[in-house]
């Protein structure tokens, strides 16, 4: 059977950086991914999506997002930078291969795949924190006459011209999505809250607020609190007028809480200022062609957008080693295992202030320092080849790698020729 050091699920951001802290540490390493290309999901996102963090701050270890990429990344040169992080790292690839099961072995893990089985020493999960679109089982769902789809499935506002769309939850994507309806032809664009959501700028005279959220990860959960208030304060001001009520929970509470982020405001401000777009209370249910909202009101709409969050999806695969919480998170993340799963890792299951895809590269990097120093201590291993690569990591080597990566890739981006394809071992 096909045995590896190490096997990663997902070559989305996660998986393709593990791989590459991996390769740096000398521990070979497939990664398996059930589509046909690296960072599929970026492909099903909205037309009009730039990141919301900030370029320098959204790169994945070893190479950096190129200057060429502007500020805020768009959509696809999100997925362009992913397949040449993938090509400049000689990432080893097993695409259109969905891993199925996972059993315990007396010296590591048996992943049942589509394409056979393979076993590995250590394992990644890196299947990403938004892999199964949600949508609540809100009553008379089912006899709802209009359209109804999930925020996932929404592309851009050109099917919504002229048409009154409601749009359904305060999270990123929701307020991104309203925010195109009403910029984008819509007749009436309603959204309707919930829970009053913390909101700032995504950046203010060009400063990102994602920087804020670094700086302010390791302080305590009240005094990120009052500083994020007085920011909200004073740059987007109080729009309870508009319907838009000041949150009952301040921005770090809410993600300790609840794991909420707040909104990085790409244009919902100005459009509910304007009265672009209108403020409504929760959905309880559907009667028909008509959406009851919780205080009674009621809304005919031609569409209803829901932005209700996706779930993990954890189950199926490591549910039963007891590893997936009540909230559908993994009971261990990044370097950390459980004793019912050793040498078995979780990465991308976080949603922090500081930024996901920065926090991937953090946790990358600890999770291959981590699993190196295991297999170094493990009997079935060459400790030679560990020592060495660990010799040759440090801090400031792998920041030269960083720059030099994007300096290569800036190379190879003004060289028509460098639309880099990753490689595809499942394809050989
Ligand atoms: C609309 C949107 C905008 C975002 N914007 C930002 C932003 O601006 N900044 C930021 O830092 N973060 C952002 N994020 C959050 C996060 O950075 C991205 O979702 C990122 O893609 C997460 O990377 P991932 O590798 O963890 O998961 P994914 O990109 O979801 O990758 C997981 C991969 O695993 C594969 N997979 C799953 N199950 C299996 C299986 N059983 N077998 C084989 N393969 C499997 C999937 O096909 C997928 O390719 C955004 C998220 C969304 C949804």
Same mark, same amino acid.
């Given at each position: 059977m096909e045995q590896h050091e190490a096997a990663i699920i997902g070559a989305g951001p996660a998986g393709l950086a593990a791989g590459a802290m991996l390769k740096r540490r000398a521990i070979e390493a497939v990664i398996i991914e059930a589509a046909d290309r690296v960072g599929s999901s970026w492909g099903s996102h909205y037309d009009r999506l730039h990141l919301h963090t900030v370029?320098?701050?959204?790169?994945?270890?070893?190479?950096?997002?190129?200057?060429?990429?502007?500020?805020?990344?768009?959509?696809?040169?999100?997925?362009?930078?992913?397949?040449?992080y993938a090509e400049h790292h000689d990432l080893k690839l097993r695409l259109r291969t969905e891993v199925r099961r996972l059993e315990r072995q007396p010296h590591g893990w048996l992943l049942t795949t589509t394409g056979g089985p393979l076993a590995a020493q250590s394992l990644v999960i890196a299947t990403g924190f938004n892999r199964e679109p949600f949508l609540p089982d809100w009553p008379g769902r089912g006899g709802f006459t209009s359209e109804l789809i999930h925020s996932s499935r929404y592309r851009n506002p050109q099917p919504y011209i002229d048409r009154s769309v409601l749009v359904v939850g305060t999270g990123n994507s929701g307020a991104e999505i309203a925010a195109d309806l009403a910029e984008g032809g819509a007749r009436t664009v309603w959204l309707a809250v919930r829970t009053s959501p913390n909101i700032l700028r995504r950046d203010v005279?060009?400063?990102?607020?994602?920087?804020?959220?670094?700086?302010?990860?390791?302080?305590?959960?009240?005094?990120?609190?009052?500083?994020?208030?007085?920011?909200q304060r004073v740059t987007v001001g109080d729009l309870s007028r508009y319907g838009l009520?000041?949150?009952?929970?301040?921005? *770090?509470?809410?993600?300790?809480?609840?794991?909420?982020?707040?909104?990085?405001?790409?244009?919902?401000?100005?459009?509910?200022?304007?009265?672009?777009?209108?403020?409504?209370?929760?959905?309880?249910?559907?009667?028909?062609?008509?959406?009851?909202?919780?205080?009674?009101?009621?809304?005919?709409?031609?569409?209803?957008i829901a932005?209700?969050?996706?779930?993990?999806?954890l189950e199926p695969l490591v549910g039963r080693f007891g590893l997936v919480r009540g909230n559908g998170l993994p009971?261990?993340?990044?370097?950390?295992?459980?004793?019912?799963?050793?040498?078995? *890792?979780?990465?991308?299951y976080s949603n922090p202030l500081s930024g996901n895809l920065r926090?991937?590269?953090?946790?990358?990097?600890?999770? &291959?320092?981590?699993?190196?120093?295991?297999?170094?201590?493990?009997?079935?291993?060459?400790?030679?080849?560990?020592?060495?690569?660990?010799?040759?990591?440090?801090?400031?080597?792998?920041?030269?790698?960083?720059? &030099?990566?994007?300096?290569?890739?800036e190379r190879a981006l003004r060289d028509p020729g460098a639309q880099a394809v990753a490689k595809d071992d499942g394809d050989r």
């Open positions: 370029r320098w701050l959204s790169g994945l270890p070893g190479l950096a997002i190129p200057r060429a990429f502007g500020k805020w990344v768009a959509r696809d040169d999100v997925q362009r930078y992913l397949r040449l005279g060009g400063f990102p607020s994602q920087v804020l959220g670094v700086l302010m990860r390791p302080l305590p959960v009240g005094l990120v609190d009052r500083v994020t208030a007085v920011a009520g000041r949150p009952a929970r301040g921005m *770090y509470r809410r993600l300790a809480d609840d794991g909420v982020i707040p909104i990085l405001d790409v244009g919902l401000i100005e459009a509910v200022k304007q009265r672009r777009v209108s403020i409504v209370a929760a959905v309880t249910g559907f009667d028909g062609a008509e959406v009851v909202l919780a205080d009674g009101q009621r809304l005919r709409p031609d569409a209803v932005a209700t969050g996706f779930r993990r999806g009971s261990v993340h990044g370097p950390q295992t459980h004793p019912n799963a050793p040498d078995l *890792y979780f990465i991308g926090e991937l590269g953090v946790d990358s990097r600890r999770i &291959a320092l981590h699993i190196a120093r295991r297999h170094r201590e493990l009997p079935w291993l060459s400790v030679s080849r560990i020592g060495s690569a660990e010799d040759a990591g440090d801090q400031r080597d792998r920041d030269q790698h960083h720059d &030099a990566g994007g300096r290569e890739l």
